[in-house]
């Protein structure tokens, strides 16, 4: 479980040969701390559809691995991190985010989902991980959110 060049063609390829709320892949992500996170990933439009699920999630767009060193997060290269937060459901979730354009223009088309039950330990795990990848859009949005502690 690493994550690969053309991860993007691969969530969108798997996709549509499956249903909306089954992951395509999974990557882990390293922080810091050393620890590490194996996240089930979905492409945007499936996540509205796993609303009991409740989990530390990212919002993240695809990039070329050459390219990615300025954005490289712990794991290797291929993705660019731009949001990390945590909720009880990710469908009313990424609901409230399409409602309130949290995304336009960002090209965040990949969702990564570590499903978490406990709400102290997604708020931990949400802070290892703002640490670690400085996601720009969670200083942007810090408080829209009730309830999120990244």
């Given at each position: 479980?690493?994550i690969?060049?053309?991860?993007?063609?691969?969530?969108?390829?798997?996709?549509?040969?499956?249903?909306?709320?089954?992951a395509?892949?999974?990557?882990?992500?390293?922080?810091?701390?050393?620890?590490?996170?194996?996240?089930?990933?979905?492409?945007?439009?499936?996540?509205s559809?796993?609303?009991?699920?409740?989990?530390?999630?990212?919002?993240?767009?695809?990039?070329?691995?050459?390219?990615?060193?300025?954005?490289?997060?712990?794991?290797?290269?291929?993705?660019?991190?731009?949001?990390?937060?945590t909720?009880?459901?990710?469908g009313?979730q990424?609901?409230?985010?399409?409602?309130?354009?949290?995304?336009?223009?960002?090209?965040?088309?990949?969702?990564?989902?570590?499903?978490?039950?406990?709400?102290?330990?997604?708020?931990?795990?949400?802070?290892?991980?703002?640490?670690?990848f400085?996601?720009?859009?969670?200083?942007?949005?810090?408080g829209?959110?009730?309830?999120?502690?990244?």
């Amino acid at each position: 479980m690493a994550i690969v060049d053309g991860l993007h063609a691969q969530v969108t390829t798997q996709h549509r040969a499956v249903s909306p709320a089954a992951a395509t892949a999974q990557v882990v992500l390293r922080t810091r701390s050393k620890r590490a996170y194996a996240c089930e990933v979905y492409p945007r439009e499936a996540v509205s559809d796993l609303i009991d699920v409740a989990a530390v999630y990212a919002y993240v767009r695809a990039v070329p691995a050459n390219k990615s060193s300025a954005v490289a997060d712990a794991s290797g290269n291929g993705l660019h991190i731009g949001y990390i937060g945590t909720t009880d459901s990710m469908g009313r979730q990424d609901d409230l985010h399409s409602a309130g354009g949290h995304f336009g223009g960002h090209g965040f088309d990949i969702v990564l989902v570590h499903r978490v039950a406990d709400a102290p330990i997604r708020a931990d795990i949400a802070r290892d991980l703002v640490e670690t990848f400085n996601p720009v859009l969670n200083d942007l949005l810090r408080g829209l959110e009730p309830g999120n502690n990244s």
